[in-house]
Structures are given as C-alpha cells and as structure tokens.
C-alpha cells in the first residue's frame, strides 16, 4: 500500500511508455504483492493449527471416523503423521502436508478436504461475482445521480435509502424476497442452484441457475448496493470541489460531460479498491445466504461442517478462502494499475 | 454539541428509535417476567387475536412479544459487548503498534492483514463451533473479526501524533515511553475510532444475529435472529413470525447508524465553526 502514493516526476509519462514497460510492472507488481502475502498465509495457517488443537480429535480421528481402522493403526498413522509429537512436530507435520496441498481428511464427507472444497468452490464464485457485478454497476450508477446534483431532492432521497438498506441483514431480505416472489407471486424458485434432475443443457440449463440466482444475489448483493452507493456519492462531493471541475466549467463544458468524465471517473477508483476489501465480507456473508437457500456452496459447506462438528473441514474452507481472499485483492491491485498509472510505479522502478 | 446534534432530524429519528430500544430491553423483566422460552398459549396463535399475547404465538406456542423485548435484550448487549471489546483490543494494538514502531510494529500489522484476510463471519463460526455456543464466546467470536479497523485507524493515528512537540516534550522531561503511549498519545488518537463506533456496533448486532439466525446463538437466550430461523418453518403459513423479528433488527440498526452519523455530523460543524 505504502508505494501507492509514492512516484517522481517520472511517472507522469508513463501512460507513454511502451506496453512491455507495464506488463513489465504490472509483473513487478504482482511479485511484490505474492511475497507481501506469504507471512499473512503463514499466520492464517498458525491460527488454523490452534483452533484444529483446541477442537476435540485430532487428524488420524477424523480419519479412523470416516475410513475406519483399529487401534494399532491408529497409532501407526498418529507416528507417521508426525501427529504424536510435541506441538511444534504437529505444527511442522501441518505445514509440510499443507505444502503437498493436503488439507486432511473430512469427518462429515469421509474424502480428502480439498476435494469438498473444490468441488463447492464454483457455485459460490458465481454467487459472488454476480453479486459484486450487480452491487457494483448498480450501487455506481445510483451513486452518479445522487451525487450529480449534491443535496437535491434525488440525492437525499437516495442517500436515507442506501442508509435504510444498509441497515437490513441479507439473510432476512432473502426471507421478504422469498414472501414476495416465490409464495405470493410465484415467480422464483424457492432454493437451490437448479431444477434437480430437469435434463436441461446449454442455454435452457444456464437460464435455469439464473432463476434460482436472482433472490440470492439480490439478498447478498444489496448490501454492498447500498455501500458503493454511497462511497461513490461521498467521492463525488470531494471531487466537485476541486479545480478541474472549475476549469471545465470556465470552458463551458456541458453539465453531463463534467459529471461523468470528470466528477464520476475520479470518484470510481475509491471503489476499485473497496472490490478487494469487500471480498472476505461476501465471502461471510454467503454463507448465511446459501445456507437460506441451499445453494451447495463454500458458504453452506462452513455451515454443514459446523452442524456436523467437522473442524478440519472448517478449518480448510477458512484457509481457501484466505488463499481466495488473497488472489481478489491482487487482481484488484493489478486492475487499479492498469486504470490508474501512477500506482506501482515507485514500486516497479525500485 | 448536543443542541448542533438534535438539530439534524436524521440524528432525532435514531436517538428516539435507539432510546425505545434501551427502553425496550430494560423493561423486558418487569413487563415479561416468564421465561420468553417458555409455552405461553396455544401453538401459532395469530397476532390480535387474545390481549394477554398481542401479537400470538410462534410454532412452540411462546409469545412472540415477549421474545421481541427479550431479544432486544441480548441484541443490544452482545452487540456493545463486542463492539465494546473490539474497540478496546483495536486501539491497544493500534497504540503499540503505531508507538513501538520497528519489529513490533510490523508483527502486529501483519496479525492484522491476517485477520482480515479470513473472512470474519467464518472465523466467527469457527469459534463457537470450537468452543460451545454461550453468550461470552459469541462476543469474543464477533469481536475476533472486528477489531482490525480500529487497530488500522488508532495506528495511522498514533503515527502521526507521535511526532507532535509535546510528545517530544513528554520524552525530553523523562516520562516512560509506556505513559507516553498511554497517557499522552492513545487519548489523542481516539477521535476517528470513536466516530467509527457506530459503524462496529451495528456490525456487531447484525453478525450476532446472522450467528443466532444459523443456530449458533446462545440457546437458553431468545435472540431476533434465532426467532427469524425459527418462524422460516411456517413462512408460507405465517411469515409474519420471521418478517417481525426482522424489523426490529433492521429498525435498531437504521438507528445505531443514525445517531452515528448526527454525532460525527455535530462534531464536524463544531470543528468548523471553531
């Protein structure tokens, strides 16, 4: 972060500047940003070690449970798992089967972690993207007209509006969404990510998930509706304030052109930004609104390895998604470097 | 400050909601002195129906009004509890962090990165599954995701205030570095991070409720979340049950936030009328 800001006189030319230079830095960029994330990992992956230690059982349990095996295997498997050593063995043995990309064994599902995981890891990433797609090109625009003209009647209205709905947890606007249109008007399904068993393929299949998509992207996604909303609007009221504004004016450009070239593209970069800080939020919350509506997400799956006690499955779920959390905000960051110029160029020079 | 503070209507809108609130969950003893638990009348008795149950029955046959008024009860608590907690943890790392500098600051930070790198509500869940549903531990779970904003906003803060003369002046006439930290720096930077704490309670209310909501509450506590699960059973036949509860929610959130809003309001005209 600390290099965002920083830069000569030379980055001013750099939009000028052959494009192997930026894929150049962008590169540089993404390096800086992978090794910055190794010891966040490193921590994420010490806390997920004491909780599984807190937690009743330990690996070869969970492995005896789902598989089976007697005693004197047991024991054999706690020896060569490196699980029958003092804390700092155990912790040594995580990080080593870790780095082979073994998560352990899930009690609930009785197959490696990782598989589950992956597994569910789709659905949920169509939740979120649409729900960030929505939010974001919606909660924008929203934020343009209300801040195009700062304390009119629309601006107000719309700001004690994004206020309101910011006050109102998904889980329950899921619950009214599904009173309004699938028992009162019957137009959504109630659950799931599609007709079970309908034998529908290509365009009639993708049309299908669509319908059972539009209650839980509209519960999840509002809330962040509300949030760009509102930062857009607040972004525009300082950009309004500042000289090129005035400077357009003085050469008589027309109101519309002013707002949206210049007011609104400076008050979206903010927002590009907050697409990488609100990804571990939606990450959390999809996992009341797929448990609402039995969507066989990342989400649900967290809520079912609580109702069944299965805490290596948990603990996995946690580490994927902050490996997940990671990879959004560098693809934030390398977006924003792409949109904005300036940033990364201290970095990519030193 | 407080005639700046009721003079905008948005900011009178939250103190009266939030005031019925406290109202509300002060009374719930004296005015619902049962158990909200416990079966009060028949099974789904609708609302309006008998006057000693107003608004009816839920699928157990306990008053929903009853569990409205208690629920505000733990709402209300666990959420200043754990915004309470967060902010506490928050500005102490922040402190150490910003004034320490060095080593220790960059520990802390990256603690930091990695909390907000989980996702909270996951962290949350992982918690209490880990270490049993109880009041207590539903604090500490919601302000285990909570606490890093403050801690960012106290350091940034810190940083900047450290270099300030009579911080030199503290060090030049021999005061402890931990005073200075404490007693001259921390008080100095809590401004921003109070501005935010109504950002942190409402936060802290809804995540309590979404953990209440999947089951993970206290179960010998009527929280609104746990009402809004227990009325999704007979939402087709009652959705009134799960709808109630809810307004109650939003309505202590929308006031939590407004009268957030009417204060940092109040206090950036005061600012600027100095």
Known sequence: ?350 | MSRLFLRSPEAVAGTIILALLVAMALAAPWLFPRDPLAIAGPAMLPPFQDWTIPLGTDRLGRDVLSGLFHGARTSLAVGLAAAATSIVVGVLVGTIAGFAGGWVDEVLMRVTDAFQTVPGFLLALAFVSVAGPSLGVVVVAIALGAWTQPARITRAEVLSIRERDYVAGARVIGMHPAEIAFREVLPNALPPVLALSSVIVAAAVLTEAALSFLGLGDPNRVTWGGMIAEGRAVLRSAPFLSIVPGIALVLTVLGVYLVGEGAVEASAVKRGNA
């Open chain 1, 1 to 350: 972060m600390s290099g965002r800001t920083e830069g000569g006189a030379k980055e001013r030319g750099l939009s000028f500047r052959p494009k192997s230079y930026r894929m150049n830095r962008a590169l540089r960029l993404i390096r800086r940003r992978l090794l910055g994330a190794l010891p966040v990992l490193l921590i994420v992956v010490v806390g997920s070690f004491l909780l599984l230690e807190a937690a009743p059982g330990d690996a070869v349990d969970a492995y005896a449970v789902s598989l089976g095996g007697d005693a004197g295997m047991i024991a054999a498997l706690r020896e060569a798992w490196g699980l029958d050593g003092t804390p700092f063995a155990r912790l040594t043995a995580y990080l080593w089967s870790l780095l082979h990309l073994d998560l352990g064994q899930s009690v609930a599902f009785s197959r490696p972690v990782l598989d589950v995981v992956l597994e569910r890891l789709p659905n949920t990433l169509l939740l979120m993207g649409a729900a960030t797609a929505l939010s974001f090109a919606l909660g924008s625009a929203l934020g343009i007209v209300a801040g195009s003209r700062p304390g009119s009647f629309r601006d107000r209205f719309l700001s004690i509006g994004s206020l309101a709905l910011y006050a109102v947890p998904g889980f329950w606007l899921g619950l009214v969404l599904v009173v309004i249109f699938t028992v009162q008007l019957r137009w959504l399904p109630l659950s799931g990510m599609e007709t079970i068993a309908s034998g529908k393929t290509g365009f009639g299949r993708a049309l299908d998930i669509a319908r059972h998509l539009v209650l839980p992207v509209a519960s999840l996604g509002f809330l962040y509706l509300a949030l760009y909303l509102r930062m857009m609007r607040a972004g525009m009221a300082e950009v309004w304030r500042m000289d090129f504004v005035l400077a357009g004016r003085a050469r008589g450009l027309s109101r519309s052109r002013i707002v949206l070239r210049h007011v609104a593209r400076n008050a979206l970069l903010p927002l590009v930004t907050m697409l990488g800080l609100q990804s571990a939020g939606m990450l959390g919350g999809s996992v009341v609104i797929e448990s609402l509506f039995a969507i066989p997400g990342l989400g649900r799956l967290a809520q079912e390895a609580v109702g069944a006690r299965d805490t290596p499955l948990l603990i996995g779920i946690i580490l994927v998604s902050a490996v997940l959390v990671i990879a959004v905000n560098l693809l934030v960051d390398i977006a924003y470097a792409m949109l904005d110029p300036r940033v990364g160029a201290g970095e990519a020079q030193a």
